[in-house]
């Protein structure tokens, strides 16, 4: 058994690749649970968010977990093996450290990752499939975390998704200030760029969501107003800059809808961001005129642009990780001589139970108290000794040097000049 992280990023695989293979929020404790009882995994957690969706376990082979992912998402692993990386042990520590630490991350430096990761071990929690290795991994995740925040710049000059948005715009509109904007949806993402765009005053601000609290709570926070989804296809001619983060398992917006906006708008210019995996926006809607959608990768590569003014704050980074995979792996070592400790110590116990049991029959029977004990002492050293001396004596003379010296180390037995 041994820890593995196997799962794919925006490095590895494109949108339409990972959009596949997302684990929904409100699915992940079943999922979870899914792969444990369904395969030969005894500990696991999801990370899945817009940029990646990884699996970090406690396994025998990682095939069981690609061979899950794939057969979950009514996949062949085929399909998706291409664009996996499959790390083990060490690796899969440093890559967990990188990852949660903001290095690995589109946009180098970005916060949201390290809630991500909390998130999904609050989920693996809630079900019952963090064990030692991984719960061990995890706290010492956040902890390399959270030094490097505060050891580093890694956070200076990052430029989010959200402010990404609102430079394009303004290179499209001359003012925002002038934009009626949609936002659809009501997670961290859209809360983010609805901040964004706010301070810039735009004309109007609409909130569209699945549950009508969430989206009233932004429209208060906001000064906006709320619409259902239902209302999405006829209102959409009124804004002209549209904002997308749901968990939806399908596109929301489709090309018809779209072509009827354009219709109404005297083809006017619409921006939109689709912020969403899987998409939201139908791919085919980037193709029309008038149109400028933008996807998360889109906004990635423009927030990546400032990445060598944080390369110094990357390599102390990077420092920091190398020193605590070391430090973790020192513990993971410590973890498997546990069988080997166990054993050891219950071999002499035995063997002292044994001796102390004659020990006190021969009591028992009157014997002299200091022949018993005088007994005792010499069957135990003798029982003690045994092992080595017959190793030794039975060395082939390649092992006898080096495991003279090896009994020399375990017994301290003083040099001799």
């Known amino acids: 058994m041994q820890l593995y992280a196997i799962g794919l990023n925006h490095q590895t695989a494109p949108l339409n690749v990972r959009e596949q293979v997302v684990f929904h929020a409100e699915r992940l404790v079943g999922a979870l649970n899914d ?3 369904r ?20 396994a025998e082979d990682p095939r069981a977990a690609i061979d899950w992912m794939a057969a979950y998402h009514q996949l062949k692993p085929q399909q998706i093996e291409p664009y996996l990386y499959k790390l083990p042990q060490e690796q899969a520590v440093k890559h967990a450290f990188r990852v949660a630490s903001g290095l690995d991350s589109m946009v180098v430096g970005e916060p949201q990752i390290l809630g991500q990761f ?67 949806g009501a997670g961290e993402m859209v809360e983010l760029c609805a901040s964004h765009f706010a301070a810039h005053h735009p004309k109007r601000m609409t909130f569209a969501n699945r549950t009508g609290e969430r989206a009233q709570h932004l429209a208060d926070r906001f000064l906006g107003r709320v619409i259902s989804l239902n209302d999405v296809p ?29 219709l109404a708008r005297k083809h006017r210019p619409m921006m939109m961001f689709d912020l969403a995996v899987p ?25 990546s642009a400032g990445k060598a003014q944080r390369q110094n704050a990357v390599e102390q980074a990077e420092v920091i990780i190398e020193n605590q995979v070391t430090d973790f792996m020192h513990w993971l070592g410590n ?63 390649t092992e006898r040097a080096e495991l003279a010296a090896l009994l020399t180390r375990l017994y301290q037995i003083p040099r001799q000049e």
């Open 35 to 37: 792969l444990v009882a």
């Open 39 to 58: 395969r030969p995994v005894q500990e696991a957690a999801i990370v899945s968010t817009c940029n990646r969706t990884e699996i970090y376990c406690h």
């Open 118 to 184: 909390k998130d999904a071990v609050r989920a693996a929690e809630t079900a019952g499939t963090l064990g030692l290795h991984l719960n061990k991994l995890f706290q010492r995740t956040f902890a390399v975390a959270k030094s490097v925040r505060t050891e580093t710049d890694i956070g200076a000059s990052t430029v989010s998704m959200a402010a990404a948005a609102v430079q394009l715009a303004g290179r499209i509109y001359p003012s925002i200030a002038e934009q009626a904007i949609l936002f659809i």
């Open 234 to 262: 006829a209102q959409l001619a009124l804004h002209d800059i549209v904002v997308c983060c749901t968990a939806s398992p399908l596109p929301i917006i489709g090309k018809g809808i779209v072509e009827s906006a354009l």
């Open 279 to 303: 998409r939201d926006v139908e791919g085919e809607v980037g193709k029309l005129d008038d149109i400028f959608l933008y996807t998360v990768d889109d906004l990635g590569k423009i927030a």
């Open 335 to 397: 973890r498997e001589l546990v069988p080997t400790i166990r054993a050891l110590r219950d071999t002499a116990e035995r063997a002292r139970r044994n001796e102390v049991e004659r020990a006190l029959r021969k009591l028992n029977t009157g014997e002299d108290p200091q022949r018993v004990i005088e007994a005792l002492s010499q069957a135990l050293t003798n029982k003690l000794m045994h092992p080595p001396t017959h190793a030794l004596n039975h060395a082939s003379e």
